[in-house]
């Protein structure tokens, strides 16, 4: 069995608290848009084409990152290709994904507390947070959400789809088939290969999303056990505010 075949271990969830007590030690590797990187990466910026309010046109990521999907994307096999359907991601549209599914969890569980409201959603959708110490990942820029396809853009099956919230949305679900048929088969062998490239390039993955992978943030210090996160929030900088910058810096 070759590393792209290794069984996905099934990882607890993180301890919430400890992750974001974590020390950031900034290194300001700027955002970078993945529109202007060169075929097998593919880009794919799903909640856009999902019409969620807010949600960019463009996937950015840090530069780091995209040195490590390009790496990633050269461990796969011929054929098969990294597609990013997310990464930096605005507060705007994290407050949206967590408000939507909170409300349908309250909806599901009326007699719920909030603290069991906060458990059950974080497990597929961060709190916003935009805190200099314990910012929500994807706003750090060190997050991505990934899934393969084929040479003619066809998603690969992957069990669930991208941001589904079921059990099977876990990355090792599909290792607990006793006898898998065919297309469990093919579900396995297509989540090993995504795991098994994105860990070989330095990234970490989110236990509950099969498409959910870190790099620099805190989630990646945690999985990784380093001893600080590299990245903590980050905003794109507008026209606007550059020109401003610019005014004051060059006395125009």
Known sequence: MNFLSQAIVSNPEPDWSRLQALPICETDDPLVPLGLVPSPLRVYPAYFHLG????????????????????????????????????????AVQQYLFDTLTGALREHYPAADQAELLARAR???????????????????GSVDVALCDSEGRLLDMGTEFDDISPWSYSAAFEAVVKP?????DIIENRRLLHSVMGRAGFTNLPSEWWHFDYGNQ????????PQARF?????????????????????
Request: net charge positive; with cysteine.
């Open 52 to 91: 969620v309010p807010g949600a960019l046109a463009e996937c950015y990521v840090r530069r780091p990152v995209l040195t490590r999907l390009q790496q990633a994307s050269r461990l796969l096999p011929a054929g098969v290709e990294l597609v990013v359907l997310d990464g930096w991601r605005p507060l």
């Open 123 to 141: 497990r597929f959708v961060a709190p916003p947070s935009a805190d200099p110490a314990a910012p929500s990942p994807h706003l750090t820029g």
């Open 181 to 185: 048929g065919a297309r469990e088969a």
């Open 219 to 226: 989630s990646w210090a945690w999985f990784s056990q380093a």
């Open 232 to 252: 903590g929030p980050v905003f794109l900088s507008g026209l606007g505010s550059r020109w401003a910058h610019q005014v004051g810096l060059f006395n125009l």
